[in-house]
């Protein structure tokens, strides 16, 4: 069974920056494209950015485009979002996500637990 | 960017009984890339149903989805005690992806 385990989330404060991970295991990572997916507590799912299996493309959502980096290390299987100038409204669980596809398709067929970002002073 | 409406918001139903599920889009998707997440409480989201209407892996038949262009429907035709869950529709034929809101199958 496909496994995603997200890591790298807190407590920080407005304006700072936060770097998350996800490990990639029980697949061949470079086969497939990469997603973060967030979801506010208690509300519904957002797309936050995409990168395809070998970095060539990358997108982001406007929220958090210019703020937030996605990138990958394919040689230790790992998924990264760097995120600066956070907000308040950045607080959100955080998913790593496998797109069904090499290219960032955007069809999400295995999902991590999630990570808890809070943005808060 | 496209628009995803699910209604109800809740649906309470008895085990057993057929769960209807609707998801508008606000303008028509792409080949069909529509697909159904069901999320339980505490927990990650499961794909169930990709294309419209096919089958996410190890998803029981009870779960069928149809539609095209910018209605489409997820099904349970037999609700099973570990279904009640929120359900959410996205539509991945044009970025940004997007979900819709979600309906809660609650039990009555």
């Known amino acids: 069974e496909v496994q995603l385990v997200e890591s790298g989330g807190g407590l920080v404060q407005p304006g700072r920056s936060l770097r998350l991970s996800c490990v990639a295991s029980?697949?061949?990572?470079?086969?497939?494209?990469m997603h973060w997916v967030r979801q506010a507590p208690g509300k519904g799912l957002e797309w936050v950015s995409g990168?395809?299996?070998?970095?060539?493309?990358?997108d982001y959502a406007d929220s958090v485009k210019g703020r937030f980096t996605i990138s990958r290390d394919n040689a230790k299987n790992s998924l990264f979002l760097q995120m600066n100038s956070l907000r308040t409204e950045d607080t959100a669980f955080y998913y790593c996500a496998r797109d069904k596809n090499i290219a960032a398709a955007g069809l999400f067929d295995y999902w991590g637990q999630g990570t808890l970002v809070t943005v808060s002073s | 960017e496209i628009v995803l409406t699910q209604s109800p918001g809740t649906l309470s139903l008895s085990p057993g009984e057929r769960a209807t599920l609707s998801c508008r889009a606000s303008q028509s998707v792409r080949s069909s890339y529509l697909a159904w997440h069901q999320q339980k409480p505490g927990q990650a989201p499961r794909l169930l149903i990709y294309?419209?209407?096919s089958r996410a892996t190890d998803i029981p038949a009870r779960f069928s989805g149809s539609g095209s262009g910018t209605d489409f429907t997820l099904t349970i035709s037999r609700l099973e005690p570990e279904d009640f869950a929120v359900y959410y529709c996205q539509q991945y034929g044009s970025s940004p992806w997007t979900f819709g809101q979600g309906t809660k199958v609650e039990i009555k």
């Open positions: 029980r697949f061949t990572f470079d086969d497939y494209a």
């Open positions: 990168i395809s299996w070998n970095s060539a493309t990358i």
């Open positions: 294309g419209a209407s």
